[in-house]
C-alpha cells in the first residue's frame, strides 16, 4: 500500500510541476505575479471538453489545438495587459491580473454555469494499468508522462536554443539585454504564451479525469504558487522537484493522517521550509 500511496503522489506531482513551471517562467522573467494562471488551466480544461462534446475529439487529440489556443490566451494577455503595466509601481501588475482572474471566472460561470461537466468515455478513461505490485489508473499514468514530455521540452527550449537564452538574459537584466539587442517586448509575449501552453498542456490532459468547472482551476493555481515558492522563483528544475515533494506529501498525508488534513500538511511544510530557505529549496 506504501508503494501505492508512492506511485499516486509522483504521477499527481508531475502534473503538479507542469502547471507551477508555467507560473515559475513568468515570476521569473518578468518578476509579475499572475494570478490568473489558475484561469487559463480552466480555459484549457473547457477547451477539451468542448472540442470532445462539440466534433467528438478526444482530449489526447486535441491536446496540440488546446495547447495553441491557451499559448494564444498568454500572448493576448500580455499585449493587452501585462504590457500597460508591467512598468507601473508597486502592486498595479498584481492587481490587474487578479481581476483578470475574477474576470475570467465569472465570464465562465456566465457562459458555462457554474454545474461540473464530465468526459465520459475518452481513449484512456476507466483504465488500469498495473506497475509491478503498483495499481495506476491509466488517464493520470498518461497525464504524468505528458507532463514529463512537456518539462523537458520546456526545459530544453530554455536552456539549449537562442531563443531560451534570450529569455534567460532578458530575465537576468532587462536593460543590459536591451543593449545586447535582444527584443524584450516579443521575449515576454513568448514567455507568457510559453506559460499558457504550459497549462495548455496540462490541462487537456487532466480533462479526462478531472471535473471541469469555472472553479477548476483555483485550487492548481494556489498550489503552483506554494511550488514555485518551495522550488525557487524562476527555477524550472526546482518546479519540478517542488511538485513532486506536494504531490508525495498530499498522498501521504492524505492516506495516513486523512483526506481532510492533506492540504494543511502541504502548506506546513511551505511554511516550515520558508522559514528555514525564504528563496526556496532550489532558489539562489
Known amino acids: 500500500m ?63 489545438i488546446v495547447a ?46 457554474p454545474n461540473y461537466r464530465f468526459i465520459g468515455d475518452c481513449f484512456v478513461s476507466d483504465k488500469k494499468v498495473m506497475l509491478g505490485p503498483v495499481v495506476v489508473g491509466l488517464p493520470q499514468l498518461v497525464a504524468a508522462i505528458g507532463s514529463i514530455i512537456m518539462t523537458l521540452l520546456v526545459f530544453y527550449f530554455i536552456q539549449r536554443t537562442k531563443t531560451g537564452r534570450a529569455i534567460q538574459a532578458a530575465a537576468l537584466d532587462r536593460n543590459t539585454a536591451k543593449l545586447m539587442g535582444i527584443d524584450t517586448e516579443k521575449v515576454y509575449a513568448l514567455t507568457f504564451g510559453l506559460s499558457g501552453a504550459c497549462v495548455g498542456v496540462a490541462g487537456a490532459l487532466m480533462a479526462s479525469f478531472f471535473p ?34 506536494i504531490g508525495l506529501a498530499e498522498a501521504l498525508g492524505g492516506y495516513y493522517i486523512g483526506t481532510e488534513f492533506k492540504y494543511a500538511i502541504v502548506f506546513l511544510i511551505y511554511l516550515l521550509v ?3 530557505r525564504p528563496k526556496g529549496l532550489f532558489g539562489w
Open 2 to 64: 506504501f508503494a501505492q500511496v508512492i506511485a499516486s503522489g509522483l504521477l499527481l506531482g508531475f502534473v503538479y510541476s507542469l502547471v507551477a513551471i508555467g507560473l515559475t517562467l513568468v515570476w521569473g522573467v518578468m518578476d509579475i505575479i499572475n494570478f490568473a494562471h489558475g484561469e487559463f488551466l480552466m480555459i484549457a480544461m473547457y477547451s477539451a471538453f468542448w472540442m470532445y462534446s462539440l466534433v467528438n475529439l478526444d482530449p489526447l487529440v486535441s491536446l496540440p
Open 68 to 113: 495553441v489556443l491557451v499559448f494564444g490566451v498568454g500572448v493576448l494577455t500580455y499585449k493587452l495587459i501585462i504590457k500597460r503595466v508591467i512598468d507601473a509601481p508597486g502592486l498595479t501588475a498584481l492587481l490587474a491580473t487578479f481581476g483578470l482572474s475574477l474576470f475570467i471566472r465569472n465570464l465562465a460561470q456566465f457562459l458555462w454555469s
Open 212 to 245: 471541469v468547472s469555472p472553479d477548476a482551476g483555483v485550487l492548481y493555481s494556489l498550489l503552483a504558487f506554494v511550488i514555485v515558492a518551495l522550488g525557487g522563483f524562476g527555477n524550472i528544475s526546482g518546479a519540478l522537484y517542488g511538485g513532486l515533494i
Open 274 to 276: 520558508i522559514q528555514v
